[in-house]
């Protein structure tokens, strides 16, 4: 990093966090009365994003921990999940229902192509899994899905939703209760902007039945051990008691500003983003863009890696570079 002393981070995660923020955070036992009412107060606030009343359970893992949760506890060897992907975090969810035995479709989108929601429509009402796993915003290419309109349109028997928000809450809306959306799964450390190793996952009823009858032989993962201490907000093991704080801490200033508000924000920030960048000669690359990630096309004679680097040791500006068969 050279000389630099002053660095910001505008990855797609982990988000900036100012070192200020960690002043006067308390030190707290994750067994006490007061680490608990933040604990209840943090989970409200995150059902508030999300439109719901649906339990939130606090996993400190990242959001790949959540996901692997989520599938771990609802489904079964077996189930039939179909995979609407557009990119590496889209696939994740293929490679983990995989490797816990499911039988997994996946209609696969070139990254950066906008999903065709009539083709889901096509391949769940021709496959009619019993569970739909989709990402709200692909952080490798800053694609957005349509989630209120795929869901609303979903055949009967309805699929069991599971989506990954990771990237989107607290930028996009998200109605889980209205959508009737099953699961959501999202992380901290993208809008909450609180430190990465916190995420946390919501369940609808149909999800907290299946949930409630898992027969794996989970452990760290298993929400039965989240549920027994949700309503007094015990958590079944050491959680990231700082990283909570911090996050408690952004959803109360979210809450001053209002959640709508917050939103528009998002949307005008990235606007700018895309017409400076257009002043500048680079291009959009998602063909339906997200307010939460924005990537962009570099000219050919401009390497991916350099353009990193060099804006990482010059200029102390963080962010990422394409990945999978992106990078570069």
Known sequence: MGQLQRRIVISPGPVHVHTSRWQGVPNLHHRSDAFREIVLETELMIREWLNSDSPVYLVTSSGTGAMEAAVAN??????????????????????????????????????????????????????????LA???VESATGSLLPVGELVSALPEPRPVVILDAIASIGVEEIDMDDWEIDVVVGACQKAFAAPAGLSFISLGERARKLASSCRRELYYFSLKRFEEGRKSGDTPYTPAIHSILLLRDSLRRIQEIGLEDVMERHRESSGAFYKAAGHLG???????????????????ECQGEDFVEELAENKGVILAGGQGELEG
């Open 74 to 131: 609802v489904t079964r060897p077996d189930s039939h999940v179909c995979v609407v992907s557009g990119g590496k975090f889209g696939d994740r969810w293929a490679e983990i229902a995989d490797r816990f035995g499911c039988s997994v479709d996946v209609l696969r989108f070139a990254d950066g192509e906008a999903v065709d929601v009539d083709r889901v429509l096509d391949q769940i009402a021709r496959l009619a899994p019993e569970f």
């Open 134 to 136: 989709i990402t709200h």
């Open 282 to 300: 680079l291009d959009v690359f998602p063909a339906r863009p997200s307010s939460a990630v924005q990537a962009l096309i570099l000219p050919d």
